[in-house]
C-alpha cells in the first residue's frame, strides 16, 4: 500500500529475495483500518458491524430477565 496526494501514480513492484509482494486495498493498524485514500469509511463499517453483533448478544442473553 502506498499513500499519495498526486493523481497520476507511478506504480513500482517491490521485491524481496525476488519475490514480488502483492498490494493490498487497506490495512489495519493498531486498531483503525487505513485505506491508500486516507478514507476511514471502512473503519466507520467495522465499528458499527462490531456494534451490532455486541447489542444482539446483549438481547439475546438478556431475554430471561423481567423488570419490573
Known amino acids: 500500500m502506498f499513500y499519495t496526494h498526486k493523481m497520476d501514480t507511478i506504480v513500482y513492484d517491490y521485491k ?3 519475490t514480488v509482494l502483492g498490494r ?3 490495512i489495519k493498524d493498531l486498531g483503525v483500518t ?3 485514500k486516507f478514507n ?3 473503519h466507520y463499517i467495522n465499528i458499527v458491524s462490531s ?3 455486541m447489542l444482539g448478544f446483549i438481547i439475546r442473553v438478556s431475554l430471561d430477565f423481567y423488570f419490573y
Do not use: I, Q, R
Open 24 to 26: 493490498v486495498e487497506f
Open 34 to 36: 487505513f485505506d491508500s
Open 40 to 42: 476511514f469509511s471502512l
Open 51 to 53: 456494534t451490532h453483533k
Open 16 to 18: 524481496v529475495n525476488d
